[in-house]
T-cell receptor, first 110, second 115 residues
Framework: DAKTTQPNSMESNEEEPVHLPCNHSTISGTDYIHWYRQLPSQGPEYVIH???SNVNNRMASLAIAEDRKSSTLILHRATLRDAAVYYCILRGNTGNQFYFGTGTSLTVIP | NAGVMQNPRHLVRRRGQEARLRCSPMKGHSHVYWYRQLPEEGLKFMVY????????ESGMPKERFSAEFPKEGPSILRIQQVVRGDSAAYFC?????????????FGPGTRLTVL
């Protein structure tokens, strides 16, 4: 599985949108882009995933660049409960694991 | 549908003892993954199992660590003769299929402390 690059930390004010970037310049054509988050003292939680087109679900939106070398996770209105480490992960059809990397630690300011 | 269950949630062992960590995947899931998370680090893959088979154990230390996923019952991660460096959170995940678009569902983890 190809690797990803994320900022170590970001801050956001409560109820404002948050854009979490991820670079994956070595992505292959069959790699899916997954986002998970991990709240303190908990297991990772699935957020969203996509292949080529932008995706929306009840938790977030995923914007994928046209060349697929980067993507952005969008939380439309940050809440205090969104404070977590967010991991951007590439997953190919032949890989058996997720490579988590170091993720982005999101702090939400009241 | 209950989520992935892990027990115990906290486990304390003295150096040289054995640790057994259990994982019950979500109903209908036949793929199980184990990850280890050291303090202040990201999760690191250890092993991937399907019912009764180890598919990929490339992330598991060659000595003292073993994993199984029997036909009946939970998956077990076993650590023999634990050392202080084994202190970590161990997470189990399960999925119904394996592939690029599969979603892994994680349990709450077992926090192992070796005294």
């Amino acid at each position: 599985d190809a690797k990803t690059t994320q900022p170590n930390s970001m801050e956001s004010n409560e109820e404002e949108p948050v854009h979490l970037p991820c670079n994956h310049s070595t992505i292959s054509g069959t790699d899916y882009i997954h986002w998970y988050r991990q709240l303190p003292s908990q297991g990772p939680e699935y957020v969203i995933h996509g292949l080529t087109s932008n995706v929306n679900n009840r938790m977030a939106s995923l914007a994928i660049a046209e060349d697929r070398k980067s993507s952005t996770l969008i939380l439309h209105r940050a809440t205090l409960r969104d404070a977590a480490v967010y991991y951007c992960i590439l997953r190919g059809n032949t890989g058996n694991q997720f490579y988590f990397g170091t993720g982005t630690s999101l702090t939400v300011i009241p | 549908n209950a989520g992935v269950m892990q027990n115990p949630r906290h486990l304390v062992r003295r150096r040289g003892q054995e640790a057994r960590l259990r994982c019950s995947p979500m109903k209908g899931h036949s793929h199980v993954y184990w990850y280890r998370q050291l303090p202040e680090e990201g999760l690191k893959f250890m092993v991937y199992l399907q019912k009764e088979n180890i598919i990929d154990e490339s992330g598991m230390p060659k000595e003292r660590f073993s994993a199984e996923f029997p036909k009946e019952g939970p998956s077990i991660l076993r650590i023999q003769q634990v050392v202080r460096g084994d202190s970590a959170a161990y997470f189990c995940a399960s999925s119904p299929v394996a592939g690029g678009s599969d979603t892994q569902y994680f349990g709450p983890g077992t926090r192992l402390t070796v005294l």
